[in-house]
Structure formats: C-alpha cells, structure tokens
C-alpha cells in the first residue's frame, strides 16, 4: 500500500468523458488499497477565458479580484470529480485551498505556498476517502483566496505530497512524459525515461510548460518521487511508462544537451538614451521590482556620447505595467524614449553536461545563422545557453537546434 498524489492537467479534465476517465483512473489506485489525494486543474481553456475576462475589463486590474475570478476553475472540476468518484462507489469529497488550508504568501497571482495543514486530509484518507483538491489555489495573509501563478497546480500537487509524505506525485497530462523537446512542434522529439531535477527546473524555467517551475524546485527541495505521464494511457486503462525525475547521478547516459524549451510568453524593452552613470540599472530596475515586474535577460551597450540603450525581457504579461512604470519614473531614470516589441520568443538548450563540454554555444549560434535567424539577446548560465528571436522563427530554431544536437529520434 503507498500512499499517492495523482495530478491532472486541464486537458485530462476538459469534459464529463474525460473526468470519468479519471475517476475510473483513481478508483483503480484506490482499490488497490492505496491512500489517494487528487489535484485537478481547470478544464481546458477554462482559465484563459477568465484571465481574459479580467484583462478586457481592465489590463491593469486588482490582482486580488483577479485571484477570485481564476480560481474558480479549478473548483468546478473539483467538484465534478468528486461527484464521478461517487458515483462509481468512491467515498470522496472536494476541498479548495481555503478549506485544508493551503497557505500562501499575499504576492496576488504568483502567490508561493506557506504550508499545508495535512493532518485531516491523512485522516479521512486513512478511512478510504480520496481528497480531491482544487490546484492552483490557496488563502492568502489577507485572508483572500491566491493562486500560484500559471500553470501552478503542478506545485499543488508536489506541495500536497511533501506535506502527506507521499510515496509519489504522478503528474497525469496530455503526452506520455518529456521529451528532448515540445513533441508538439517537433515530431521527432524523443521521450526521456528519466530527467534529472536540474535540467527539468532549467527547462521548465526557460519555458517547457509540461511541469510548473516551482513544482520542480518544491520536489527537488522536500525530495518528491515526480513522475510525468499520460492521463489516456492504453487501451486496457493501464498506464504508460512516463517520465522520472531523478537525481543526476541516477541517470546512466548523459547527453550533452538534453532538451531544448521556447518560450513565446517574451516581451523585449529598450530604454534609449539613459545617462551612463553609477545607478543607472536600479533606477530603471529597482521601481520594476516593486511593481513584481520580474526582469530576465539584460543587455546594456556601451556608450558613445555618455548615454547607453539597456535593453531586457520580461514576461508579456507584465508589458503593460512595466510600461506604465518606467513611464511614471521617466523624468528619475531620464530616458529618451521606450522600444518596446512584444513579437519575440526566447529559445534555449539545456544539459548538464555543458559543465564539461567546449562549443556548446557555439553549435547553437552556427546552426541558427544556417536558417539565416538572427539573434536579439543571448543569455547563458552553467547548464543553459539562451537566445532571443523574432518570434515567427520560433519552430523553426527549435527544429534546427534538436537535429543540430543530435537529438532527433
Ligand atoms: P496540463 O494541462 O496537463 O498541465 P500543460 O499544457 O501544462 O498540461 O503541459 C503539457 C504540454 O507541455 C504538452 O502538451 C506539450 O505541448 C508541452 N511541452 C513543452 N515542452 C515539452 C517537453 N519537453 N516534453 C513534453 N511536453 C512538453
Ligand atoms: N488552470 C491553471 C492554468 O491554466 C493551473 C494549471 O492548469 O496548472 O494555469
Ligand atoms: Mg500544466
């Protein structure tokens, strides 16, 4: 008997069909006499509609009335799980974050979770009854309801297995683990048996939506067993070998890059013409961080005529208030004007094995000039090299960069 956390995304809950799947899904765990906590994400599509809803009425709105419209998703499913449990003679109930509770900081919209009180949920499951849990949501300082970010139920779900000291978080999803790359734009991509936590947190970071960035960071942290797989499986219901995340010296053959992640969430800013003085970078950037603007790749040139250009990346999200924000600090800062281009998309290539290899980047930069893309920014970290392009060129980099590193299957 183990005790499990089982996540599904919202492409694994989109309609009642699929939530019988799933409940038939978790009926089988908990026959098996397993402890079962579920997490389930909205259905498809169903919290891009709401945040859409919140940015037409306003791009600047309140992120605490935008934590209660988003989160609501994520009840209804798992409400409707709860009632197909039953329905199938499972004894299981729903819980929001405000009902366990799960706790978070008050940072509205990308909120980190605080703690879990997990001691009732053990209890009723000890009993037999699957916890079903609404991801994405918690209860803020304020006494408000927070989510996690995008893509956060992910971090519910590995948060819930390190509170409950679960054997497993089995994330359940729409491809059957994770590949060298997005096998949705590159067909060759190859499935990986296992990743090392490393290379998924700097993958997941640089982009690879297939788990959430901090879920990763949380298992690498309380040391969760995170295996990724298909929530459609076989034909006989059974699962599909997935994908585990493992420690680095668990894995046997390492490649030099092992996955290569885009991102088309980017937005790239210039600040023309700022003085080039001591200060200059916490004037522009010190106002952005406190608007919770978060910065990622920076470039600053150097200067002819005692002013410089800094020009940086952030998500597009943020476009608006990073906007608003350098503007309402122009005369400090002292700029001539803002470029701002929202139609660009950062490509990177990941591995461990970059530590100990020359020409890594190199490959990456050869193999862009071959399909004549050019590119805007470049960033590197130890296991990371990092590009920005124009956006249009998104799939077709990301199919030179696979063959380029021998990646094709
Ligand atoms: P869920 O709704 O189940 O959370 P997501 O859409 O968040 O699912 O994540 C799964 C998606 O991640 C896949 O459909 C795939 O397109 C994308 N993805 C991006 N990079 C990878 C990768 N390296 N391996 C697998 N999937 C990836
Ligand atoms: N429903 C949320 C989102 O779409 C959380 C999740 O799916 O993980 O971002
Ligand atoms: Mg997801």
């Known amino acids: 008997m183990s005790r499990i956390v089982m996540k599904f995304g919202g492409t694994s809950v989109a309609d009642l069909d699929r939530i019988r799947n799933v409940a038939g899904r978790v009926k089988r765990e908990a026959e098996a006499g397993n ?15 709401l945040v859409k809803y919140c940015q037409d009425l306003s791009p600047l709105h309140d992120a605490r009335e935008y934590d209660a419209v988003v989160a609501t998703g994520e009840q209804v499913t798992a409400g409707l799980l709860a009632i197909a449990l039953q329905e199938m003679g499972v004894e299981a109930r729903s819980w929001q974050g405000w009902q366990i509770p799960l706790k978070t900081d008050g ?21 037999g009854h699957v916890a079903v849990v609404a ?13 996690l970010g995008r893509g956060g139920s992910d971090t519910s779900a590995v948060a819930l297995a390190a509170a409950l000291k679960a054997d497993r978080c089995d994330i359940y999803t729409d491809v059957d683990g994770v590949y060298t790359t997005d096998p949705r734009i590159v067909a060759r991509a190859r499935k990986l048996t296992h990743i090392a936590y490393e290379e998924m947190l700097e993958l997941a970071s640089v982009g690879a939506k297939v788990l959430q960035t901090r879920s990763v960071e949380l298992a690498m942290k ?16 059974g ?32 600040v023309r013409r700022v003085p080039d003085r001591p ?8 106002p952005l961080s406190e608007a919770s603007v978060n910065v990622d790749m920076i470039v600053q040139n150097i200067s002819a005529d005692g002013t410089t ?39 990177s290539v990941v591995g461990v094995g970059m530590r100990s290899h020359a020409g890594v980047a190199n490959t990456m930069f050869k193999a862009l000039a071959g399909k004549g893309i050019n590119i805007q920014v470049i960033s590197t970290s130890e296991i990371k090299v990092s590009v920005l392009i124009a956006a249009e060129y998104t799939e077709l980099a990301v199919r030179a960069l696979h063959t380029a590193y021998g990646l094709d299957g």
């Open 107 to 127: 940072a509205h919209g990308k909120a980190r979770i605080a703690s879990i009180a997990a001691d009732e949920l053990v209890r009723r499951m000890q009993l």
């Open 309 to 347: 250009d800094m020009t940086f990346t952030l998500g597009r999200t943020d476009l608006a208030r990073a906007q608003a924000t350098l503007d309402a600090h122009r005369a400090e800062i002292g700029y001539q004007d803002l470029l701002v281009d929202p139609d660009v998309a950062k490509i």
């Open 222 to 237: 309380e040391r969760v067993r995170v295996q990724v797989l298909s929530s459609f499986g076989n034909a006989d219901g």
């Open 35 to 49: 402890e079962v906590a579920v997490v389930v994400s909205a259905m498809a599509g169903v919290t891009n509609t």
């Open 239 to 270: 699962d599909l070998p997935g994908t585990m995340v493992v420690d680095e010296d668990e894995i046997v053959e390492q490649e030099v890059v092992s996955g290569i992640a885009y991102s088309r969430d980017e937005a790239k800013v210039t």
């Open 135 to 147: 991801g994405f949501q918690g209860i803020g300082p304020d006494n408000r309801v927070t989510t």
């Open 279 to 286: 200060g200059i970078a916490a004037a522009i950037f010190g």
